[in-house]
């Protein structure tokens, strides 16, 4: 346990680096937060694209969002926990940017009324432009795992 409780001070960033990871991690939240309230809707189009288990995937990938946007803010957590966060910030970016690419590669682009990324609101059918945001997501996060990793203030 000590290794989850010690050294939980903050990865010394200057104010306007806080800011840039502000971001990605609200667009983290707004997800998560827009996915619960269309839980179902979110669910069925998982179920749409095959996947299997789509409830438990929604969890895990709802999860995975409030997981990960929290190890982008400036919470005192421990550094093991802010680092399984920012991998699974990283893990569900990516997922997102592979589901995008396969959609659209597949020709399912047009089929699909949303990408899915924010539940039922903000409905955006899958395409290049998707594919785009998400890109610039997943390299906003990578960016925010290089400037969190392990930087503690004195």
Do not use: C
């Not at 903050?10 to 680096?17: K, N």
């Not at 694209?49 to 990938?61: K, Q, T």
């Not at 982008?72 to 966060?85: C, D, E, M, N, P």
């Not at 290049?128 to 290089?146: D, G, K, Q, S």
């Amino acid at each position: 346990m000590k290794l989850l409780s010690s050294d939980n001070q903050l990865p010394q960033l200057t104010q306007h680096q806080w800011y840039i990871l502000a971001v990605p991690a609200a667009v983290l939240f707004a997800m998560a937060i827009a996915q619960i309230i269309s839980f179902t809707k979110f669910r069925d189009w998982l179920e749409e694209l095959r996947i299997g288990w789509p409830a438990f995937v929604a969890v895990l990938i709802i999860l995975f969002e409030l997981i990960g946007a929290a190890s982008l803010t400036k919470l005192r957590i421990s550094r093991v926990i802010r680092f399984a966060g920012l991998s699974m910030a990283l893990i569900v970016t990516g997922f997102w940017f592979v589901e995008n690419l396969q959609i659209a590669s597949s020709g399912g682009a047009g089929q699909l009324p949303s990408s899915g990324f924010f539940g039922d609101f903000l409905t955006q059918s899958p395409g290049w432009w998707t594919i785009l945001e998400v890109t610039i997501l997943l390299f906003w996060v990578t960016y925010a795992a290089e400037l969190l990793r392990s930087r503690p203030k004195s």
